[in-house]
């Protein structure tokens, strides 16, 4: 027993010195920085990334202020994808017509404005007219109103204007002025509500006029001219068929970018709840990425709603339409007999969802008899690929074309329309004496609307071509940015610089010497993003994820900015 309790004491130092020794190691441990811990708060103060994004640990001090490091790049200047703009003003022309009387589909587009939040930074003011019976919000069928969103409300600032004719240029002349000089803004934006009927008939159905008038593009010329002096970053029509050569050309002087549809437009017309609160949070938000949201909004909720149709939308970059309307000139007088052969009207009618489009997967035809042949409406690029001729004339009117596309939305369903189209009048006298009359007055060259002159005895008037080859085959503007007539001049996100730099100089950038900065993005179909060429710099920037990258050509690497540590950083 003695010998046993003369070794307990030294074996219980030897347990009480390991002991000490892993409670100093454990203590030091503890004091020691986790390299886990400080991955995820580096993580946490990252800026928002693609999902697929691998990017490197930037390091930091106590406060999370970058410490610059290694990988990081600040010779690079970041570029805005905004203004400085801090206000703005949304001016609606609504003229409900029967569409508000019969549906009360205005009505329920000003619920979605209200729904929005608009009104502190970005004014909405819309003129009320043309209606018999409006559903809602007290709106009177007596007379002309102009009201006000603010406050989730709709509030009455101008009554008793009289029975105002939508139709005539000087009610939308007087509206335009009231807007510019009662509520003046950093930026402008306006829209047209109601039935469009193409380049000849023009907008509009007034319930209190003559079923025949309308408000032709010369007369919208007119009343944009007479308030010159403020210039829209956006005309937009929420109205069908109005996507076209002639329509754009007369609104390029007043507008930066349209936004209009080529199809005829469901009775969801626009979705404005989306759009109207991004602009809202953001005014300064740069003019191309807005049309996107706005053409986003009417495709999805097209796509999501049993009452929603097939639908096309785009965002016309205005300074490329007059070089447009001069490459069409230069293809049409080349390929002037293959065009009189062949009637290259659309037989397109409206296509319905519904129901019967969720259980068999297919888009319907409406039941109503109305096509686009009977507005005269000709998909533009549809004609290119149909027509078989080949050689620089055709070359320059498929660059022209996709430098006029900014942004293009379609819902799922696959038809003909890519977007712009033009107006021939095959075969119909009467239509041609009214496209005279629109088209003189707006300054189209006589040699042009002589030329037109020809459909009307055209052999092929009855002879419709038939689209659906084209149709089957035509993969989205997607398929031309890799090929000799793309906005990026041959070149994906992948490949060099050098392509997107000749695409900018190429496509639409430049326009008579003027540069409008955060306007000059372009969209890159094929790749989902969109791209600036600036100071020999290639920028990238996803809108979804909010992420902005650089190309380094000399070293063939991505970059992307970190606006928490203000620096840019290696893609891996």
Known sequence: MDGKQKKKPLLLRIILGILVFFGILFILLMILPDDEDSDSKDSENDTVLSDDTEHNDHGG???????????????IEPVSVGTDAKSATIMIYMNGSDLETKAGEATIDISEMLESGI????????????????????????????????????????????QLDCTAPETLSRFISYGKTNYPADRYIFLFWDHGGGPVYGFGYDEWQDEEASLTL??????FSENADIHFDIIGMDCCIMANMETCYVLSPFCKYAVLSEDFESGLGWYYKNWMQHFEDNPGMSTPLLGKKIIDGVINANEDSEEGDSTTMILVNERAVADLKNKW???AYANSDKLLNVNYSRL???????IITDLIGSWMDDFSNVTMADFYVSDMLSIVESLGAEGEKTDDLRTALKACAAYFGHTSDSNELTGMAVSLPYGDPEYYEQLTKVYTKCGFDADYIKWLGKFVDAEGVGNYHDFSGFEESWGGWASYENGNYCTTGGCSVQGSVQGYEQGNAQCGVQYDGQCSGEDDWTYDYDENVWYLYENDVLYLYDDETDLMCYYDEAGDEYYYYDEGYDGWYPME
């Open 348 to 354: 397109h009618k409206a296509k319905g969802k519904g």
């Open 61 to 75: 001090d106590d406060d999370g202020h970058s410490s610059g490091g290694e990988d990081a790049k600040h010779d």
């Open 119 to 162: 009104g502190d930074k970005v004014n909405v003011i819309i003129q009320t007219m043309g209606t018999k019976k409006w559903q809602d919000y007290g709106i009177s069928s007596k007379t002309a109103q102009i009201y006000k969103v603010k406050d989730k409300k709709l509030i009455l600032l101008e009554d008793d204007l009289g």
């Open 218 to 223: 010369d007369e919208m010329q007119k009343a």
């Open 329 to 331: 000139t230069d293809y």
